[in-house]
């Protein structure tokens, strides 16, 4: 009786990683990838590990696009709080994501993941798309994006997301309401006061109570305060803030 032959450790090993698909070239050795939902109210830091995950996937061989929805700059540019920023594509209404992909391999440029900054305000067929890229085409997809809008009710592209994403995870970093509670929710201010009418998107950034506050700016509330519209101007205190 023959024995059959043991392959040696180099060759065994080469067979091993002979199934690991190099950085760029999932398509040719699918792999399962997965769209991923990042959420939470503002000042979590929602856009800043947007940037982290790029970085960690970047240094590792892989390729992608940085993708944005309204933006809080009002250009196409992923920025946070704590000063970074990237230029992105931005994504309008009429913006085809497969399309944006496909033109990126028929260049011949490799693309194994996409980074989506304010996904909450994709459009349900955006996030359709995205599901597709993923299933189909084996591209991984990071979303991230406030969960619900000014009046505490979902956005469209959270709600499509909630329903197909792979994975759907808060971002643990605590923020807080004026009175020391967890703040959950966004409320638009106007003139000072907290308003539950008008358009879904109207960009504006976060602003302290006081003369120099825009007319039109969020602040972060628990949900108590934010259902009674209370700023906390009343009691000398405004949102807190964090020294850097």
């Known amino acids: 009786m023959v024995e059959?032959?043991?392959?040696?450790?180099?060759?065994?090993?080469?067979?091993?990683?002979?199934?690991?698909?190099?950085?760029?070239?999932?398509?040719?050795?699918?792999?399962?990838?997965?769209?991923k939902f990042f959420y939470g109210p503002m000042d979590c830091g929602k856009s800043t590990l947007a940037l982290q995950i790029d970085h960690n996937q970047a240094r590792q061989g892989r390729r992608g696009l940085l993708l944005v929805r309204y933006d809080r700059s009002g250009g196409a540019t992923i920025t946070t709080?704590?000063?970074?920023?990237?230029e992105a594509i931005d994504v309008a209404d009429d913006t085809d994501l497969r399309l944006l992909v496909r033109e990126q391999w028929a260049a011949g440029n490799a693309l194994d993941y996409l980074i989506v900054d304010e996904?909450?305000?994709?459009?349900?067929?955006?996030?359709?798309?995205l599901a597709e890229l993923v299933d189909d085409w084996h591209v991984d997809v990071y979303c991230f994006g406030l969960a619900t809008d000014f009046r505490t009710e979902l956005l469209p592209g959270a709600k499509r997301l909630f329903e197909l994403a792979d994975e759907i995870q808060p971002v643990h970093v605590e923020v807080l309401c004026w009175c020391g509670r967890p703040g959950q929710l966004n409320g638009r201010v106007v003139d000072g006061r907290v308003v539950r009418e008008g358009d879904t998107v109207?960009?504006?950034?976060?602003?302290?109570?006081?003369?120099?506050?825009?007319?039109?700016?969020?602040?972060?509330?628990c949900r108590m305060h934010h259902r009674r519209g209370d700023l906390g101007t009343g009691t000398g205190r405004g949102q807190l803030t964090l020294d850097v």
């Open 4 to 35: 059959p032959a043991v392959p040696s450790f180099p060759e065994a090993l080469t067979g091993a990683l002979a199934s690991v698909p190099a950085a760029g070239n999932r398509r040719a050795t699918p792999m399962p990838a997965h769209l």
């Open 81 to 86: 709080r704590v000063g970074l920023s990237r």
């Open 119 to 129: 996904a909450g305000f994709l459009t349900p067929e955006h996030v359709d798309q």
């Open 202 to 221: 109207v960009v504006a950034d976060t602003a302290l109570d006081g003369p120099d506050a825009p007319a039109v700016h969020y602040q972060v509330l």
